[in-house]
Nanobody, 120 residues
């Protein structure tokens, strides 16, 4: 069983930055694929960024060039640095972990989420 705890959300003005953190426990962190997803009111949950167990990253088109996902295996932590935030980035952001190491599957574990609100 993997436990995930997110932090770092909050209220920020458009153009500002936030860094989300997610601490994982209960598994060999370095073997997991880790991702950040978000869900805005009335919308489906979408994958924002993913980092595989070997450090390969991928991003949604809507955040490319603005968001950066990274991982610190020594701290069992994955980060999402969000720059140039826009009001449309407003959502609950969830951390996810998958023990396949390469993608987020139906067996992925989820955190409780952290709210990010971008004000114009």
């Amino acid at each position: 069983q993997v436990q995930l705890v997110e932090s770092g959300g909050g209220l920020v003005l458009a153009g500002g930055s936030l860094r989300l953190s997610c601490v994982a426990s209960g598994s060999v962190f370095s073997r997991n694929a880790m991702g950040w997803l978000r869900q805005a009111p009335g919308k489906q949950r979408e994958l924002v960024a993913l980092v595989t167990r070997i450090g390969s990253t991928s991003y949604a088109d809507s955040v490319k060039g603005r968001f950066t996902i990274s991982r610190d295996n020594a701290k069992n932590t994955v980060y999402l640095q969000m720059n140039s935030l826009k009001p449309e980035d407003t959502a609950v952001y969830y951390c996810a972990a998958d023990q396949t190491g390469w993608a987020l599957t139906r067996d992925a574990y989820w955190g409780q989420g952290t709210q990010v609100t971008v004000s114009s």
